[in-house]
């Protein structure tokens, strides 16, 4: 089962969980989707004075990592270069990064234009918090962070402690550890092509 010629947008402000983004990188890159990094500048300033330096994961990981080459397993666009009808996944990692970008009007609008358009809106651990901040949990099956938990309840979530849950083109999943079925179901999302564009409330 694979996910090839399907792209996929992960997006992160400062201090994302690192291995949520990596993971996701690799994972899906593996399976054959083109996988972009988009860095945006949002979030506690960790550059120090440096133009030159990349946005980071709260242990330290740039985004884009410097260990893997541009090109080869990822391309790195900035957020205004995105055009929504290129891409088949928009992917939000958890950490501070989702709390940063929900400040952020036009990721947020983003967000909530890929939702309607059909596209699959995959977020993990606090990464659910942009979901929330569109507008597009209410009536939703969903999980995240526990601690996310009460915030998805009051938006019209339904909360499931379980590794990832599918609703619609809405895809969370729920911590770290989960990572491998997170990745599972997104490849099981294209894979099964079931998903439509949302009925209009």
């Known amino acids: 089962m ?8 992960i997006i992160v402000g ?21 996988v972009t990094l988009v860095p945006v500048e949002a979030g506690f300033n960790a550059r120090h ?16 990592p410097i260990v893997m080459q541009e090109g080869v397993r990822y391309d790195v666009k900035e957020f205004e270069e995105l055009d929504l009808e290129e891409l088949d996944c928009v992917l939000y990692p958890g950490g501070f990064s989702p709390d940063h ?24 651990c606090h990464g659910p918090e942009m979901l929330i901040e569109a507008d597009i949990v209410d009536g939703k099956d969903v999980t995240a962070w526990k601690s996310v938990r009460t ?19 809405v895809l969370t999943g729920r911590c770290p550890d989960d990572l491998p079925d997170f990745c599972a179901g997104i490849v099981e999302a294209f894979a099964t ?3 439509q564009q949302p009925a209009d409330d």
């Open 101 to 124: 970008l929900r400040v952020v009007p036009e990721v947020v609008e983003f967000t909530k234009e890929a939702y309607e358009a059909g596209t699959l809106v995959a977020a993990i």
């Open 2 to 9: 694979t996910i090839e010629d399907k792209n996929v947008a």
């Open 49 to 64: 004075g440096s133009a030159d330096a990349p946005i980071k994961g709260r242990f330290g990981t740039p985004c884009p």
């Open 14 to 34: 400062h201090e994302f969980e690192d291995i949520e983004m990596e993971y996701c990188l690799l994972q899906l890159d593996h399976e054959g989707a083109n």
């Open 151 to 169: 915030a998805l309840l009051n938006a019209g979530g339904e909360y499931h402690d379980v590794p990832y849950v599918k609703d619609g083109n």
């Open 193 to 195: 092509e079931e998903l």
